[in-house]
């Protein structure tokens, strides 16, 4: 059984950056799609950005509005670990951040690894805590 580690998170000021990373423990997450969602105080999971099986320029990729050309995901297929770098941060990007991985699927769709829908993944990290400060 796969298991997710976040770590990374902290305290910011508007403007800065962080990077965060998701260590997962067996191998076959090389083989599982990967996101990443946040969630705020009194306030429901959100979607942030997901990446699809392969690192490097294989891989594809998609995010959702508000992170859009500030975050970008990433992963090393041969470290097991995966990455959410985020630049320009607002105080709106306040959140426990949470990683997660989605299996194989037994027949493939398109975008089955993009998803941006919290239940359709298998594997959750325990949260890192970001903060971003005026």
């Known amino acids: 059984q796969v298991q997710l580690v976040e770590s990374g998170g902290g305290t910011v000021q508007s403007g800065g950056s962080l990077r965060l990373s998701c260590a997962a423990s067996?191998?076959?997450?090389?083989?599982?799609?990967m996101g990443w969602f946040r969630q705020a105080p009194g306030k429901e999971r959100e979607f942030v950005a997901a990446?699809?099986?392969?690192?490097?320029?294989?891989?594809?990729?998609y995010y959702a509005d508000p992170v859009k050309g500030r975050f970008t995901i990433s992963r090393d297929n041969a470290k097991l670990t995966g990455y959410l770098q985020m630049n320009s941060l607002k105080p709106e990007d306040t959140a426990v951040y949470y990683c997660a991985a989605r299996r194989p699927p037994t027949t493939y769709a398109g975008g089955y690894y993009l998803s941006p829908m919290p239940n359709d993944y298998d594997l959750w990290g325990q949260g890192t805590q970001v903060t971003v400060s005026q």
């Open positions: 990446i699809s099986r392969s690192g490097g320029s294989g891989g594809s990729t």
């Open positions: 067996g191998r076959a997450f090389s083989g599982y799609g």
